[in-house]
């Protein structure tokens, strides 16, 4: 059983369209992190949400956690080709335990 | 500053060898996690040292083995290899115990034939 289910697991789109990814999951966290990982690396964390209902953005890139602190979307806006790569949601349950990591959404971004 | 630095970045071992991984964490950071990451998924846990001391190990038979030096450098073992065990192995460093902030090496590609 995935304790964090991402949608889709693939998207591919054109430049300057928008895309909403997803995080979801039955159990609550006390911090849910996105990452984007390109081919050949490790991931870069890109944000941590910790307070439930809390919205960050960064640049055209908006994360939101949800009240529940259950599930976590990521909007990026205008896409760009530079934003390809796989793009992972984890959680940790206490603060103190491991990472829990989805298994990612692969975004391909067509010129 | 340097980030997280891993060695080798690529390998390739036979089944029943064994490889050992080294991983330098971030100046200042006292944890090291390790992850597997295998083609198409996502990073499942393996380790977490802090201090030196064992804080957490994820679901991975005895073959896999980690420590954790006074510098705060790690080493992950592992022995008897399988097939199954080819992958992308990630360190991760944070200067405390908790996981909310962790950085990521950019791994170690294993590859057992």
């Known amino acids: 059983t995935q304790l964090l289910e991402q949608s889709p697991q693939f998207l591919s789109i054109q430049e300057g369209e928008n895309l909403t990814v997803y995080c979801n999951s039955s159990?609550?966290?006390?911090?849910l992190q996105w990452y984007r990982q390109e081919p050949g690396e490790g991931p870069v964390l890109l944000v941590t949400v910790v307070t439930g209902g809390e919205v960050k953005k960064l640049k055209r890139l908006t994360f939101q956690f949800g009240d529940a602190r259950k599930d976590s979307s990521l909007h990026i806006t205008a896409a760009q080709t530079g934003d390809t790569g796989l793009y992972l949601c984890a959680g940790d349950v206490s603060g103190n335990t491991p990472l829990v990591f989805g298994k990612g959404t692969r975004l391909s971004v067509i010129a | 500053d340097a980030g997280v630095t891993q060695s080798p970045t690529h390998l390739i071992k036979t089944r029943g060898q064994q490889v050992t991984l080294r991983c330098s964490p971030i100046s200042g950071h006292k944890s090291v996690s390790w992850y597997q990451q295998v083609l198409g998924q996502g990073p499942q846990f393996i380790f977490q040292?802090?201090?030196?001391?064992?804080?957490g190990r994820g679901n991975f038979p005895d073959r896999f083995s980690a420590r954790q030096f006074p510098n705060y450098s790690s080493e992950l073992n592992v022995n008897a290899l399988l097939l199954g065990d080819s992958a992308l192995y990630l360190c991760?460093?944070?200067f405390g115990s908790g996981t909310n902030t962790i950085y990521f090496g950019e791994g170690s590609w294993l590859t057992v034939v």
């Open positions: 159990s609550v966290f006390s911090s």
């Open positions: 040292y802090y201090e030196k001391e064992e804080r």
């Open positions: 991760a460093s944070s």
